[in-house]
């Protein structure tokens, strides 16, 4: 059946932004746990140690980074490769069943590699593989090491994508504990959880109707290219007209058709929007494949450098500038600093670095940050 895009109510940008961050806890800080958050976000990138922290701390009211090391340690939360290739922090239960979801993006990086791995059986690879780091824990050196002693002609790089993208490897603790460091050592899902990778059933991938479901109330309203652009995953159409019935249908201001759960939040488009610090790699500003509604489209591109991301500030909502955190100084760089709003904003800015540093300080780092505000360098 053909629907007509033009029917359905008009979501304009800033009601767009705000119904965004209300899903994403940046409306008003969350009272709920740790572990909680994480599962309704559907997971934190983690390509570096300490953004789900940040991520974390903008959202939560009262959290510390006690809470989400611990659970590390208790694992409750694992880090691994999920959507779109990159690691993820996620609860237990999202680890075991979001990962199959993937796989299929997975085995096409494989394909990628395929001139590398000529002469390589991918099954018996995977085995070997997985029982290498249920034994113990491994660095991907490791493991690259000891497939080579199988497949000495093989190209090193290949054998350990293949062994990442075949395998559900999570990175062990002390790896990923805040206030402590450890080299990245990997192990299978199901072991690290206490499982049997030689004996257990295959463990079953989430529904996709389910997990739509579950990226609307974190990520909505959305199209189907949003959820596609999180995912690392194509043709989910399907789960999508499936829902439509149950679901809310609006169109964006370019005519896309948007989804979202019918008693989702989609707060006024005056809502007021304090000021938040997010880290490099947010999902905030991955997880939809037009940005708009977070990113002015003036600033498309500004938080890369090369393949290097920027941690972000954002007022009223909105992209406005980066920011550093070095030991006590706090370093502010706004896009355009006589921008309207952003001078009264000022202080609402500053209170907020000022709390971040201070709920997130390490030993030693008691002093009050010192606040900087400059213009971002071309």
Known sequence: MAFRTNSYPLLGVRALNRATLARQLLLRRAGMSARDAVGHLLGLQAQNVKPPYFQLHARLEGFRPA??????????????????????????????????????????????????????????????????VDEAPRTMGEIREDLLQEWP????????????????????????????SGQVRLTTVENWLGGSATTAEPVRAQPMDEVVLRYLAAFG??????????????????????????????????GVELFDLPDAPRPDADTPAPPRFLPEFDNLLLSHADRARVVPPQLKGRTWSGNQAHCTLLVDGFLAGLWKLEGRRLTIELFDPQAQGLSAARDEIVAEGERMAADLAGPGEEAPVAVRFAAVRP
């Open 67 to 132: 809470e989400l090391a611990g659970l590390m340690e208790a694992r409750e939360v694992v880090r691994m490769v999920t959507m779109r290739s990159t690691i993820h922090t996620h609860t237990a239960e999202d680890a075991l069943t979001l990962r199959p979801l993937v796989q299929p993006a997975r085995d096409r990086e494989v394909h990628y590699f395929r001139k590398g791995l000529a002469g390589v059986d991918l099954g018996r690879l995977a085995e070997r593989a997985r029982g290498f």
């Open 153 to 180: 002609e093989a190209d090193p790089q290949s054998l350990s994508v293949a062994a990442r993208c075949l395998l559900p490897l999570v990175q062990v603790t002390p790896r990923g504990v805040w206030g402590r």
């Open 221 to 254: 309203p959305a199209s189907v290219k949003d959820m596609q652009t999180w995912a690392g995953l194509t043709r989910l159409r399907d789960s999508f007209e499936r829902l439509r019935p149950g679901l809310a249908v609006f169109r964006d201001e370019n």
